[in-house]
């Protein structure tokens, strides 16, 4: 009896409106949800990046530091530190 009311007249109508309207709302709430993770995921990139320059920038410093003691000696003499 009650599956007989929800398939014929308004109340078929008013079920495929709900669930029309329900689809869409799962729909929006999904693509909020990926934009968060697309926000965050740029967020960490941008980080990363800004990481990885600073740590280029320590290696270059690294590789030009003098050998040894003597090497240093000789650049401070020469003013070159």
Known sequence: ?????LTHGPARKALGLILTAAA???FLMNLRCAGERAGRAAERLDAS???DAIHRQMLDAAARRPHDRHALA???RDGRF
Do not use: F, G
Not at 1 to 5: A, C, G, K, R, Y
């Open 24 to 26: 869409i709302l799962l």
């Open 74 to 76: 000789e650049r401070l």
């Open 49 to 51: 990046e800004r990481n």
């Open 1 to 5: 009896m009650i599956s007989w009311l």
